[in-house]
């Protein structure tokens, strides 16, 4: 959805796109989320337009950026902004600040596709890859793979200097600067002690679901929801009850968040997602659905998935195989459910804290857009 922005109090003010919506609450939220989106895309333009850095051995770095920066949901901005809006009232400073969350995304994907050895993301070529076709295209000395995965990673820490910089420079109140940076350290350090985890995130080990759960909660779901909601409402000088009812909030529907990833993980597909939808199998990751599978499937099931799934390479026809079994254990109609019970929590959540009711409404239509996204 694309929304033209011309009236500031109309994008930054829940209250003013709901009350355009008594109907259809849903609608209202969603084109309020796609209006904040639109200001935060273009916040991040200016920031990159102003902080260019310019071609580096005749290749366009910046575009390779804009590619991780420019196309997302920007879910992590607008949990900041809502966390913002819970004590503040609507402003641009604090949307700007709200949008260097993208830029520790960008950050975050550029090393995840290093990492996994991804090919593809948001349907184009991932960091490292599109970096080693300019190496090969220009016949520059080397391996072109080696320095690809190298000239990634450096953007990766480029995108984690703009973040800090453009979270200094928002021209946020310099007291609410100093209540949110400490949280803004330690959320990126959570998120990088969750990557350790995933290294060595594989089905093999056979961890149990408490221990996929919880490294997914680390690496994802809390940066998705829990921390940015947190970031803002900190940033906002909101009171500890309203701070803990948000991060129960965040809790549940970050988890909720990652669970609908582990299953676009496994039946999704590349236009849906931008990433190849077997990825998770070939990878013998241990996620929610794949060890939700293991729990439930009869013993002769459970043996063949152990037997796929430990195989060194995990072809299509075992992923196909995979996928049928899986579905067979129940396990995604297991996992659907956690993630209804995780939405029912977070909602319950939001109701406990006294904020305004625009901003519960905001809330609630959050959650779904988290957790509706399709294969």
Not at 143 to 151: I, L, P, V
Not at 158 to 178: F, N, Q
Request: with cysteine; proline share 5%.
């Amino acid at each position: 959805m694309t929304v033209t922005i011309d009236n500031s109090r109309r994008l930054c003010s829940p209250a003013t796109i709901l009350a355009d919506h008594p109907v259809n609450a849903a609608d209202g939220v969603a084109w309020w989320r796609a209006a904040v989106r639109d200001r935060v895309l273009t916040e991040l333009d200016a920031f990159l337009r102003e902080n260019r850095i310019g071609a580096v051995h005749g290749i366009a770095v910046d575009d390779i950026a804009r590619r991780y920066v420019a196309g997302g949901k920007c879910l992590r901005s607008t949990f900041m902004y809502i966390g913002w809006l819970c004590g503040e009232a609507p402003d641009a400073a604090a949307l700007r600040a709200a949008a260097a969350l993208e830029l520790v995304h960008a950050f975050a994907l550029i090393q995840d596709d290093v990492m996994d050895e991804s090919a593809l993301r948001r349907g184009a070529p991932t960091g490292h890859v599109a970096f080693a076709e300019a190496h090969r295209d220009r016949r520059m000395p080397g391996d072109a793979a080696r320095f690809g995965e190298s000239a990634a990673v450096l953007l990766g820490d480029i995108c984690l200097v703009w973040a800090d910089k453009m979270l200094r420079d928002s021209g946020i109140r310099p007291e609410c600067l100093y209540r949110v940076w400490p949280r803004f350290d330690a959320m990126r350090i959570e998120l990088a002690v969750g990557q350790f985890g995933d290294l060595l995130n594989d089905v093999r080990t056979e961890p149990d679901f408490g221990q996929v759960l919880a490294l997914a909660r680390a690496k994802s779901g809390n940066y998705t929801v829990r921390r940015p909601l947190e970031l803002g409402a900190a940033m906002a000088g909101c009171d500890e009850p309203t701070l803990a009812a948000l991060s129960r909030y965040g809790r549940a529907v970050g988890e909720a968040f990652q669970m609908r990833d582990d299953l676009l993980g496994i039946f999704g597909n590349a236009h849906a997602t931008g990433k190849p939808g077997d990825g998770d199998l070939t990878q013998h990751k241990a996620t929610t659905v794949v060890i939700a599978a293991r729990q439930l499937a009869d013993p002769a099931a459970r043996r063949e998935l152990d037997t796929l799934l430990s195989a060194p390479v995990v072809d299509a026809g075992a992923t196909d195989r995979l996928r049928a079994l899986i579905t067979a254990s129940g396990a995604p109609a297991r996992i659907e459910a956690m993630i209804s019970d995780r939405i029912g929590e977070a909602r319950h959540a939001a109701e406990s804290a006294t904020l305004p009711e625009p901003i519960r409404r905001v809330l609630d239509g959050m959650a779904l857009i988290c957790v509706t996204r399709h294969p």
